[in-house]
């Protein structure tokens, strides 16, 4: 049977195979789901996905437990005097629909904060568009989104670059630079590129404080102290200059600023980089001399270093690492791609309804309006001051709706997450589970599922996704919900559709859902890396220069530096030596963990018994100079806050380093981190290389006398 030849999404019985993107996670595996008596039975990998190839992780097999967990919600909720009750969906949108009027009434449009969660910002999903017009509707420039923690810096200093985003073609590669990313446990499709160049003799460098199982196969694994990977990048920089190890004829032909990034560097020795991020400076220039001389090179740093003082120009010097050695469109290198490829044909936003008034964030930090137009505004990360940092009579931000997001579990400054949504005067939570977020919101409301409802991606591919179950009776679609709030404001004509495949059709028009999916059975549309090589010396760079742009006068007109330059941690053994005495070791939160996506499945009986528990990664070196015992509790402290958790003693970390995986929500990483903006170009928090200390702690709770 073959699976893209199925349509009907419940078919009345036997069995049926459904093609799909995987939801489990932004990677988008193509899947092959089975569906029997509208159940879905078994979960396969897509062979003729054309990244994927068949390869899925144990999250996609979840997807039927998933489904049907006896955890999810049902029915919208909502909470009186601390207890949760059942109520209708009439009464639930009418309930949200009276506080958010009343409020913009008496407060101004400014009273409503609305964020997006990963579900919901996939790329170009329906949802997406929805709750952006939404905000533009209601005239609120209060958006926050789950890209003010995640890849929009990386994006954002790649268009700065190349005028595109590129994708490394792993598996072609004669050298594989993996820094700060472990794609076993993030990415198994780029796991299973890397192992398929390592049979052909690719050579690979890991940058990585732990130890991972990549870093054990390696040629080379470095360990830099948490935070100083841009000063490790600039002197790589400066001995491919120095040694006369770049590309020539590409840098004279098709770069803009080479002359000033030469002058530039100079100042970062591998000396000077050794002293301050730990490596030493003869292995600085063994990675610079391998990656520089291989036929072919390409670098995988994902998004974890850009949560950094200087995280958007760390990826800008990734960028200009692969330029000025011409890993450029080429076998091996960095590939173009690109994620908008399938653009909606009707307008989405509809800015003139908000008066003239910049999206928050959109002022301070106007990178992202400036490259990502199509996609983001500004950036708020700290948020929380909307509520916290004015006087209860003149604060305007008053309600806020969450869709999809769990911030008391993944935004940073856990307690002033938690101080925010107790003072606001009304929250709505949009999530199938009663997450902590959840538990802290005044009505839930539980959407559908991905696999209840037909959408489009673009990760990885534009892939259009037939519903492929039933939602549970009565359960609305986030689409629905969206539409149907904007209905009951009073705002109808800008949201008539009753379906997602009503607005769909609309937003895409002359296509339609129905048209796409009879020419494309399976879905999928097209993959997002551009074919071709070498298409710049036609085309040139998307960018004013028309050439790469390792020196930017677009970042210099922004206020900040046009060549990528060291910052450094604002508190680290370097800057603030006598805050290391007291805080001796470096925290690095945020390693994933294959089981489980940010904060969510780890209600998963299957992936719950792979990974029962939280824990923190230490050396046994610092466990013995500290007397933690392995599997007993510890205590580890910042200066933000401090976090109980249960160590895990490791030879696989580098000394003086703390490593916390986040998303538990009994072990709550980001009580330790700070939401004050770090990053002075993209305005993203610090979420590793801070300072820390730790002690044991009994039993019973309390620390030894002793460590008092």
Known sequence: MNPTDQISPNPPGGQQWVTVPCPMCTNQCGLN???????????????????????????????????????????????????????????????????????????????????????????????????????????????????????????????????????????????????????????????????????????????????????????????????????????????????????????????????????????????????????????????????????????????????????????????????????????????????????PNRPVRLPELMGGVNCVGEDEYPLFKTFMPGFKDGTKVDWSDLVLEQPPQVRKMRNMIIAGANPVVTWPNTARIKEALKKLDFVVVIDPRKSATAEMADIVLPPALHVEKPYMVGYHGIFLSRQVIEPPEGVLTDCQIWSELGRRIGSGEYFPWRTDEEAFDYFFAPMTMKKILEEHPSGFLQYNVFPGERQYRQEGFMTPSGKVELYSERVKQLGHDPLPTYLGPRESPISTPELFKEYPLILNTGHMQVEYWHSQYRELETLRKRVPKPTAEIHSDDAARFRIRNGEPMVIETTTGSLEIESEVTDDIAPGVISIAHGWENALANQLTSDVPADPVSGFPAFTGLLCRVRPVKKGGQPPDQCR
């Not at 489904?67 to 309930?95: C, F, N, V």
């Not at 609305?114 to 905000?135: K, Y």
């Not at 490790?232 to 020539?248: G, P, R, T």
């Open 33 to 343: 789901l089975c569906v029997e008596n509208g159940k879905i039975t078994q979960v396969k990998g897509w062979t003729e996905h054309p990244r994927s190839r068949g390869r899925i992780c144990v999250k996609a097999t979840q997807i039927p437990a998933n489904a049907y967990h006896e955890d999810r919600l049902r029915h919208p909720m909502i909470k009186k005097k601390g207890t949760w009750r059942q109520i209708s969906w009439d009464e639930a949108l009418d309930t949200v629909a009276t506080k958010l009027n009343e409020g913009r009434e008496k407060y101004g449009p400014e009273s409503l904060g609305v964020m997006l969660g990963e579900p919901c910002c996939m790329a170009v999903e329906t949802e997406w568009f929805m709750i952006w017009r939404f905000c533009d509707v209601f005239g609120t420039p209060n958006r926050f989104e789950v890209a003010d923690l995640c890849g929009f810096s990386t994006f954002s200093g790649q268009i700065a670059t190349f005028g595109y985003l590129i994708e490394p073609d792993v598996e072609n590669s004669d050298c594989i630079i993996l820094w700060g990313t472990n794609p076993p446990a993030s990415d198994i499709v780029l796991a299973g590129q890397v192992q398929s160049a390592l049979k052909k003799g690719a050579k690979l460098i890991v940058i990585d404080p732990r130890r991972t199982y990549l870093a054990q196969r390696a040629d080379v694994h470095i360990t830099p102290w948490p935070g100083t990977d841009g000063i490790l990048a600039l002197a790589m920089i400066h001995v491919i200059i120095s040694e006369n190890l770049y590309d020539a004829e590409f840098v004279e032909n098709y770069t803009h600023g080479f002359d000033r990034l030469a002058e530039h560097v100079k100042k970062y020795s591998p000396e000077e980089a050794a002293r301050i991020s730990g490596v030493p400076a003869e292995d600085i220039r063994k990675i610079a001399r391998m990656y520089a001389t291989s036929k072919s090179g390409c670098i995988r740093s994902y998004f974890r270093t850009g949560f950094l003082r200087d995280g958007w120009q760390n990826h800008r010097s990734y960028c200009i690492l692969s330029a000025i050695t011409g890993n450029v469109q080429s076998p091996g290198g960095e590939l173009k791609t690109g994620y908008t490829q399938f653009a």
